[in-house]
């Protein structure tokens, strides 16, 4: 079984992406297209991060603190990753952060990762960047000091601004949610694992030089099963189960262990950990923020594209979404019937009617736009979960303020 969920989203907003810059200049990021201009870009690191914060904010879901982080390696080559204790006993599954987007742990033999099963991809501009800035100063504080310092010293800036349609697409294979495996050497020239199991766990046992110079040289008691609390897409606690089984790889004679292999699974007799799980990346899409510079962003939707996919090849449509005008215009003729010196004359009028609503064309899609509100975006994903054997259903949602053409 596959199954996936692809979002194509147009969202409007402004300076969202800073680079290094250089002085006093402050530069978006920037990438040039087919047509030789340039446009702005969100990165994908960035717009995770914005998920992940704005998932906390709402109380959908809690990111990993402080200490379920260490750093592995030294000066230059160090780098943050989660602790091993998180990822042996399976509370790796119960943060979005890794479930959701990944991780990488290189302390262990071979290096732990689990390849992202929600796939982000940048956001870039729909209109090209035309360099405009903003020259600016801390004036109010410079005047504070003038009788301090006897001068104004004004930190003058320059810094680039974008207000515009940003597009990106995000792709969720639903079947590697909720699922975890870690494959660990049982011997390699500096490091030794070993497991042993009794009823209710397994003990994991780590030495060698590599593992004590990483600080995870010891023994690891590992849980078949283990109840925990979560939340699903309500808010409301639930309670959840960690499974994890250990299998073992044998060499060819079937006598030498020769890496162990962790499966671990987060389930629950409540609900539908996926659908909840999948639910609530669509809830925090939908409301998604961003805080830039003192500024909060809104970068909810106003066009969304979403295609559920089940044993069907799926695809995206970020490259068939054209943006026409910022205006539409309609031209049409008024029949007027008047009385005039006791006759009847028809004049007619021509008349142009503009709207300020932006247009947008999708190719290649006969779906017909629907109002884009959560309920209607959350029930779109629920055939995901049913009987159905395979099918392939795009939907478009949009914001009464734009307008949408298909073909």
Request: charged residues 30%; proline residues 3%; neutral net charge.
């Amino acid at each position: 079984m596959s199954r996936f969920l692809v979002m194509d989203v147009v969202f409007y907003g402004s300076s969202l992406n800073y680079d290094q810059g250089s002085g006093n200049y402050q530069e978006l990021k920037k990438i040039t297209r087919w047509d030789g201009r340039q446009y702005t870009l969100v990165s994908r690191y960035a717009l995770r991060y914005s998920l992940l914060e704005t998932g906390q904010k709402l109380g959908l879901w809690e990111v990993a603190d402080g200490a379920r982080f260490v750093e592995s390696g030294t000066g230059d080559k160090t780098v943050i990753q989660p602790a091993v204790d998180i990822l042996f006993n399976g509370d790796i599954l119960l943060y979005p952060e890794f479930d959701l987007f990944g991780y990488l742990i290189t302390s262990l033999t071979p290096q732990a990762s689990r390849v992202s099963p929600t796939k982000l991809s940048h956001a870039i501009s729909l209109t090209p960047f035309q360099y405009d800035t903003q020259f600016a100063g801390n004036l109010g504080l410079a005047k504070r000091r003038l009788p301090i310092k006897g001068k104004m010293d004004i930190n003058i800036f320059t810094i680039e601004e974008h207000f515009t349609y940003y597009i990106y697409s995000i792709v969720v294979d639903v079947d590697a949610l909720c699922k975890n495996e870690v494959y660990i050497n049982a011997k390699d020239k500096d490091w030794t694992a070993k497991v042993t199991e009794d009823d209710e766990s397994y003990i994991l046992e780590i030495s060698g030089n590599k593992a004590k110079k990483e600080g995870i040289n010891g023994k690891y008691v590992i849980p078949k099963e283990r109840v925990v609390k979560i939340k699903d897409s309500q808010g409301n606690h639930v309670n959840a189960i960690i499974r994890t089984r250990v299998e073992k790889i044998l060499d060819k004679d079937d006598k030498t262990v020769l890496v162990y292999h962790l499966i671990q699974e987060l389930s629950s007799l409540d609900i539908n950990i996926r659908a909840e799980r999948l639910k609530k990346l669509l809830k925090v899409v939908l409301h998604l923020k961003r805080s830039i510079k003192g500024r909060e962003e809104d970068l909810s939707p106003k066009l969304l594209i979403l295609g559920i996919y089940k044993n069907k090849p799926y695809q995206t449509f970020k490259d068939r979404i054209e943006l026409l005008d910022e205006y539409t215009e309609e031209e049409y003729d008024e029949i007027e019937e008047v009385n005039e010196n006791g006759k009847k004359i028809l004049r007619v009028k021509h008349r142009v009617s503009k709207s300020r609503k932006p247009v947008f064309k999708v190719h290649s899609i006969k779906s017909t736009p629907q109002e884009l509100n959560e309920k209607g975006v959350l029930n779109a994903v629920e055939k995901l979960f049913n009987e159905e054997k395979e099918f392939a259903e795009v939907k478009v949602f949009k914001d009464p303020m734009i307008e949408v053409k298909s073909e």
